[in-house]
């Protein structure tokens, strides 16, 4: 069973051990003492006798060389001597002694004085410790990486087989998983920076030995290691296995998405095996074919699905059309799709569940079926992504649309391209707007979006607000936006972004799973969120 290790960078006992004791109560399994900072200190050996003896959880000591990441700026024959007083002299010992490859490699006289801290089969003693041979490059991956793995699964005395280098795109975890999938010695390997979260997230899927984390509020000992809270319930740790389906947000940047948290708090909610991960992918088509392709090549990641933002909308038309998939019709029309699902037979679909979140926001809060869409004249002001779906959707099921664009040849473009047997397209200036007699008011831009929220696509005294009118906001951070209070206040039926976010959620939700979203874990996850 895959652990998960609390790292501490160690600076006095009594905060080691508080430290530690959180790390406990947060449902960490061992914890990392990270003694770099010890090594040189006239008590420091002292200390860490005192930290394994009173330790709340099994723990790892780890000194690490400057060289290697880490803080100890000391050789390496004081180093291990150090190591030795602190491990060898005290009434316990560490669960696991981790130590450099590259200083076990080069010289004999410090592999010998390394190895009798440790168990090995040359062992004369009764010795608990394990040994976690390491190496970490911070920078890139090494070009040598499986020579580094196989030489420390080579060493006699290496219990643990532990790599960790920089992630340059998420490409890299996939390497990760095969190394943990190609070892007979329990194994680390693990993916740093942003772009390296699903190796830690998903190292116990993979079976690694462990995983390492942040406590909460403390800062980790390694670029990108999540912390223990985020781990245990953000990502749904304890419920992870072999067979987990893999999900995630494909974006550039992806940080700031409420995606992951919203779609794991559904998993959770109805107990379905999945998880939903952040994925960055540089905006180019290569970049995101070769990622994608990667992570649909490793049978047992089992990867199904993804939303997709911006910048690749387009590339997943293009990606799935090239894989000889299929694409929903209104997504080919509209010329962005944001719902990847890869079905059981391996085939790969592409839709758009924007325009169907756009379109259940409006009808279900109206009270009326999408057929009487038809009977709607609708206002879209903004001639960008959004607005592209939500006249598409809105055209096709029989609306009379009309696009308010500051630049109008954009809006009559538009008008052009979906006009259709169905619903009629037609564009008009913004200093038109007011003269509008639409029953729907849809705003498209980023005008009242955070930080600029006291902008407003419509004037404060617009003479188009009344009982009966419907304003739906797309922006949905601020969810009461200017707009949505300025409608509100002249008697319409206001719709916030939310909304649409929710439903289109809930959309790519139920392809991926084949149940009803729980709309209401949704809400509740994104408006906490939201504050």
Request: glycine letters at 6%; aromatic letters at 8%.
């Amino acid at each position: 069973m895959t652990k998960i290790a609390a790292a501490i960078m160690v600076s006095n006992l009594d905060q080691a051990l508080a430290l530690a004791a959180k790390a406990a109560e947060l449902g960490a399994d061992l914890v990392e003492y990270r003694v770099d900072n010890l090594a040189e200190s006239p008590d420091g050996a002292e200390v860490v006798n005192a930290l394994i003896e009173k330790s709340p959880l099994p723990c790892i000591i780890t000194c690490r060389a400057a060289w290697e990441g880490g803080e100890c700026d000391c050789d390496d024959q004081t180093r291990v001597s150090f190591l030795e007083n602190a491990c060898l002299n005290g009434e316990m010992r560490p669960a696991y002694l981790d130590f450099e490859l590259a200083s076990h490699q080069k010289s004999f006289n410090i592999r010998q004085k390394v190895e009798l801290m440790v168990d090995h089969p040359g062992q004369i003693r009764e010795v608990p410790t394990g040994l976690i041979l390491s190496s970490h490059d911070f920078d890139t991956r090494p070009v040598d990486l499986y020579q580094r793995v196989e030489a420390m699964a080579h060493a006699a005395a290496c219990r643990v087989i532990k790599v960790a280098w920089n992630a340059r795109s998420l490409r890299d975890n996939i390497e990760a998983f095969e190394v943990l999938q190609s070892q007979y010695k329990p194994t680390i390997a693990l993916c740093m920076g942003e772009d390296g979260l699903p190796s830690r997230v998903l190292a116990k899927k993979f079976g690694a030995l462990l995983t390492f984390a942040a406590i909460d509020g403390q800062p980790g000992t390694a670029p990108g290691q999540p912390t223990i809270t985020q781990l245990k319930q953000s990502y749904r740790w304890d419920k992870l296995n072999a067979q987990t389906k893999v999900y995630g947000v494909i974006g550039y940047p992806v940080g700031h998405s409420m995606s992951p948290a919203i779609f794991n708090a559904a998993f959770d909610e109805q107990d379905y095996d999945g998880v939903y991960l952040p994925m960055r992918i540089e905006p180019s088509y290569e970049s995101f074919k070769a990622t994608v392709l990667s992570w649909l090549d490793l049978p047992s990641l089992h990867f199904k699905g993804a939303s997709v933002t911006i910048p690749h909308k387009e590339n997943l038309i293009r990606f799935v059309t090239e894989q000889g998939g299929e694409v929903e019709q209104l997504a080919q029309k509209i010329g962005a799709a944001n719902t990847l699902t890869v079905r059981d037979d391996g085939s790969l679909y592409a839709s758009n569940s924007d325009y169907a979140g756009a379109l259940d926001a409006v009808v279900q809060n109206m009270g009326i079926p999408r057929e009487e869409v038809k009977d709607l004249r609708v206002a879209v002001i903004g001639a960008g992504g959004a607005a592209r779906a939500i006249v598409a959707g809105f055209s096709h099921y029989g609306a009379t649309v009309v696009v308010y664009n500051r630049t109008l040849q954009k809006a009559q473009k538009l008008a052009e391209e979906f006009t259709n047997p169905y619903g009629k397209v037609v564009a008009a200036p913004m200093d038109k707007l007011c003269d509008s007699c639409c029953q729907v008011f849809i705003n498209c831009t980023p005008l009242g979006m955070h930080p600029n929220v006291d902008t407003s696509p419509l004037p404060a005294d617009f003479a188009g607000y009344g009982p009966g009118i419907v304003v739906f906001d797309t922006v949905y951070n601020p969810r009461n936006t200017l707009l949505l209070r300025q409608a509100r206040a002249a008697g319409c039926l206001t719709i916030p972004g939310t909304e649409m976010f929710i439903r289109q959620a809930a959309t790519q939700y139920s392809l991926w799973t084949n149940q009803q979203a729980p709309v209401d874990c949704f809400s509740r996850v994104l408006l906490s969120r939201l504050g």
